[in-house]
């Protein structure tokens, strides 16, 4: 036998399973491919929820201000929406009694129920008549720092962090519930001038350029809460 | 016999240093692999940006976005998780006309908060505060209805 056959023989064979041993080199730890076929399936199971979600019933609220006799256009916040009708849509008023769509009216307020289809038109099924104030949301929520409080009525000053040419003069009551950081129940005279909070408030009914809170909670200077979702 | 005396040693040598060199290639290649994994799993928080950015969302502002349920859905409970993702550890508040609902993101920005509807339409405000005081604010039309639609 050739010698340096042999030799080669011996060796080559060696080098190459050195080679596979690298290139295969099994790792336990995930690699960046792992990585992104974990997020490709993410995305993908969040995609599915979002497709079912769409499937379901939607609503649009709205002020009615064009009527055919298959559909209605809304308006709301500046956006029209078109609301298909159909033989099986029900109509209902304020006080819950059925009506005709022959009863609804422009400048009626409405919340419809029913299917979007591909244009994005609500073929309703359930409409019913409703007052838009009943359902708007003012409460605002501003992160602010005490600069006054009353001693002898139930009413603080608070400027916003992000604008300090702006005031709030803000009413309390016991209803007004008051809470750390960790949501404990702390009391409302324990507030002092000089806290950071952040306020839940709407425009108090009683009183004007005042808003009414519903809820403060006091903000620590060092943050220590654990950040775990809670209701 | 002093031929394959003097093959066999050269035949040894060969084997010795192809054995001992290819082992120190595969112990480096193997450390750096390793290394290199570690590497990549050490911030966590990569999977979760990348998902917050490409979320299918109904409603999504700069820092705050919503991923369940989406606008103008109907629901047939009167209970829902308000779930979405925000800055690391920014304090959530979920307001509907008639009540407040507060929570914390997660190191991941993640958050869920389940909170009660009143029948018929419900305009609920979220809004997430980050640790810099920067507020960011969405609303979502959410109609509680047990009828069937």
């Known amino acids: 036998m050739n010698p340096l056959f042999l030799i080669l023989s011996l060796f080559i064979p060696f080098q190459v399973s050195a080679q596979e041993a690298i290139t295969v080199t099994p790792t336990k730890a995930p690699t960046k491919e792992v990585l992104d076929l974990v997020t490709k399936k993410v995305k993908e199971m969040l995609n599915q929820e979002s497709t079912t979600v769409s499937t379901g019933p939607k609503s649009f609220i709205g002020t009615i201000f064009q009527i055919s006799d298959t559909q209605l256009t809304i308006n709301y916040k500046n956006q029209d929406k078109v609301i298909l009708i159909d033989a099986d849509t029900i109509f209902i008023n304020a006080k819950k009694v059925k009506i005709k769509f022959s009863d609804i009216k422009s400048t009626q307020s409405i919340l419809a129920m029913g299917y979007l289809n591909a244009q ?20 605002q929520v501003v992160i602010g720092t005490i600069v006054d409080i009353s001693k002898s009525s139930p009413i603080f000053v608070l400027i916003p962090i992000k604008n300090k040419n702006t005031q709030y003069q803000i009413t309390t009551d016991t209803k007004t519930d008051v809470v750390d950081q960790n949501g404990q129940e702390i009391k409302l005279s324990s507030l002092t001038a000089g806290q950071k909070i952040i306020t839940i408030i709407k425009p108090d009914i009683k009183l004007k350029q005042t808003f009414y809170t519903t809820k403060i909670i006091t903000q620590s200077k060092t943050s ?7 209701n | ?136 604010e969405t609303e979502l039309l959410l109609t509680y209805s047990t009828a069937k639609i």
Do not use: C
């Open chain 1, 120 to 139: 994005n038109q609500l073929t309703a099924k359930r409409i019913i008549i409703t007052d838009l104030k009943t359902i708007e949301n003012n409460n």
């Open chain 1, 224 to 230: 220590t809460s654990t950040p775990t979702p809670a």
């Open chain 2, 1 to 136: 016999m002093i031929k394959e005396f003097v093959l066999t040693i050269i035949l040894g040598a060969v084997l010795g240093f192809g054995i001992t060199g290819s082992y120190l290639v595969v112990h480096k290649n193997n450390n750096e692999s390793i290394s290199a994994n570690n590497s990549q799993l050490s911030p966590t928080p990569v999977i979760s940006e990348t998902v917050a950015q490409t979320t299918p969302t109904v409603t999504e502002t700069s820092n705050l976005t919503i991923t369940a349920p989406e606008n103008n859905t109907v629901l047939s409970t009167d209970t829902t998780s308000i779930k979405g993702t925000a800055k690391s550890n920014s304090s959530i508040i979920i307001s509907s006309s008639t009540q407040t609902f507060t929570g914390q993101a997660n190191a991941n920005g993640i958050f869920s908060i389940n909170i009660n509807l009143a029948s018929g339409a419900n305009l609920v405000k979220i809004t997430a505060i980050d640790s810099e005081d920067n507020q960011t």
